[in-house]
Antibody, heavy 117, light 107 residues
Framework: QVQLVQSGSELKKPGASVKVSCKASGYTFTRYAINWVRQAPGQGLEWMGW????????TYAQDFTGRFVFSLDTSVSKAHLQISSLKAEDTAVYYCGRGGPRGFDYWGQGTLVTVSS | DIQMTQSPSSLSASVGDRVTITCRASQSISSYLNWYQQKPGKAPKLLIYATSTLQSGVPSRFSGSGSGTDFTLTISSLQPEDFATYYCQQSYSTPYTFGPGTKLEIK
């Protein structure tokens, strides 16, 4: 069965970096895009961008340029989200989701990133 | 960017009620409108894509309609497990923006 399994919660200090992983199984990884979605505490869903799993080409939403990097390790069917120069306002749950214009049909369980001194 | 709005922002209803949630896009998005359900502490779940196509495994009491800029999600007879937050999302063009959500609560 299709699964996206994300790495565990992270507690980081301001200015540090974090890398969140999303491991796909149960399907051919390169057939579907991976999207990243942020949900701040008590807030709604915010689309951060997506990565083409065939080419590795990322597309970022405007608010997620500069400190945010999407990458792949196709040899192990993983997508990664790296955030650098962490700020308190980056505290959120980060989700990966499979899909594109027909919606995101499978999601990871979410990774809580807490930024606190 | 395409902005999405939803109404109401919250809604109280009873088991068995018929409920409709509205989503509006700031410009035409054809039929590229998806609906998600999210329960506390869980990932969103895709309910409907392309305005009206039910995702596999989703009960038939959920339905979607609309086109252009105005869309609706209808739950024909609320069940206890339907109390959650619902989000619309446009996938017509990136960024694939979400609506602010509608929290459906038990009356």
């Amino acid at each position: 069965q299709v699964q996206l399994v994300q790495s565990g919660s992270e507690l980081k200090k301001p200015g540090a970096s974090v890398k969140v992983s999303c491991k796909a199984s149960g399907y051919t990884f390169t057939r579907y895009a991976i999207n990243w979605v942020r949900q701040a505490p008590g807030q709604g869903l915010e689309w951060m961008g997506w990565i083409d799993t065939n080419t590795g080409n990322p597309t970022y939403a405007q608010d997620f340029t500069g400190r945010f990097v999407f990458s792949l390790d196709t040899s192990v069917s993983k997508a990664h989200l790296q955030i650098s120069s962490l700020k308190a306002e980056d505290t959120a749950v980060y989700y990966c989701g499979r899909g594109g214009p027909r919606g995101f049909d499978y999601w990871g369980q979410g990774t809580l990133v807490t930024v606190s001194s | 960017d395409i902005q999405m709005t939803q109404s109401p922002s919250s809604l109280s209803a009873s088991v068995g009620d018929r409920v409709t949630i509205t989503c509006r896009a700031s410009q035409s998005i054809s039929s590229y409108l998806n609906w998600y359900q999210q329960k506390p502490g869980k990932a969103p779940k895709l309910l409907i894509y392309a305005t009206s196509t039910l995702q596999s495994g989703v009960p038939s009491r959920f339905s979607g309609s609309g086109s252009g800029t105005d869309f609706t999600l209808t739950i024909s007879s609320l069940q206890p497990e339907d109390f959650a937050t619902y989000y619309c999302q446009q996938s017509y063009s990136t960024p694939y923006t979400f609506g602010p959500g509608t929290k459906l609560e038990i009356k």
